[in-house]
């Protein structure tokens, strides 16, 4: 099978280019440089026929939550026009579309966990511009799409919230980290095997999916986590939203649920996800 993976540059995309071929799949890895997916004609040339690919997972997204509320033109063009862009060309060439959105699609009111079903209500530029991705892809391949929402995903290919927490915690004997919004941190090692295994199926889920990690804390609970596993001195302590204010709002409760059955592939608890970055992080620096 082949797969073609937008944004494979980034965090999500290394870590999905190696598990497509560690599963014994053919990878066309899109980096930015190479496909901007807001210039329709250029993913047009990338995903047509002779590209010959059957599964097209976009990675490519605009992450920067808090830059999105300066700039919600430059946001929306990228998550939502072009996630229609990468849509529209892959069904054109019968191909199948992953598409990652996001937990910050939803308000935060809830306090279980948010399934496939549950009304939308994004509270940030970010959200709107991911919300629309969505209805750009469905759009564009109704019967040919599986949008992918997840959470708080950090990796070894990228900026994250554990590397953040890491440098700091190098620097400083304490950090005050919010501990009024909770989550499922996704570790995109992952993530990535998942998506892999629900793009080679034979029959895929259409719609919306829910995959993130196992377990839900909020961003103290990570932050204390990944100190003491890093054994590094610096206390960690925990502040409310609102005395941490930034310029995109953030859902409270963003804990992510599937009422898919065996359409969901089950990831690893948060922690295990944590354990493996850590591991992965320190090779990286080591070299």
């Not at 980096?31 to 997972?57: F, H, K, M, P, Y």
């Not at 993530?191 to 892999?196: D, E, N, R, S």
Request: glycine letters at 10%.
């Amino acid at each position: 099978m082949r797969f073609a993976i937008t944004g494979a540059a980034g965090m999500l995309g290394q870590d999905l280019v190696a598990a497509v071929q560690a599963a014994g799949h053919d990878a066309v890895a899109l980096s930015r440089q190479a496909l901007d997916i807001t210039d329709a004609g250029a993913v047009a040339d990338a995903l047509g026929g002779e590209a010959r690919v059957d599964v097209v997972v976009n990675c490519a997204a605009w992450t920067d939550v808090d830059g999105a509320e300066r700039s919600p033109d430059e946001a929306q063009a990228v998550n939502g026009v072009g996630a229609g862009n990468v849509a529209r060309s892959a069904a054109t060439s019968s191909a199948w579309t992953i598409h990652i959105s996001s937990d910050y699609v939803f308000d935060g009111a809830k306090r279980s966990p948010y399934v496939e079903s549950d009304e939308v209500g994004p509270l940030s530029s970010y959200g709107r511009s991911k919300l629309a991705g969505e209805r750009a892809v469905a759009a564009a391949a109704p019967t040919r799409h599986t949008i992918v929402r997840s959470s708080w995903l950090f990796g070894a290919g990228g900026p994250c919230f554990p590397a953040t927490i890491l440098r700091l915690a190098a620097e400083r004997p304490e950090l005050k980290v919010v501990d009024d919004q909770v989550g499922c941190p996704t570790f995109t090692g992952h993530l990535a095997t998942a998506l892999v295994d629900v793009g080679a199926r034979t029959a895929r889920p259409v719609g919306l999916l829910h995959l993130a990690g196992a377990g839900r804390c909020s961003w103290y609970e990570f932050a204390q986590e990944v100190v003491a596993g890093a054994e590094v001195t610096c206390e960690v302590q925990p502040c409310s939203t609102d005395e941490m204010p930034r310029p995109a709002a953030r859902p409270a409760y963003s804990v992510l649920g599937s009422e898919r059955g065996d359409d969901a592939p089950v990831l690893p608890h948060w922690r295990q996800g944590l354990s493996e970055y850590m591991a992965a992080a320190w090779t990286v620096s080591a070299k």
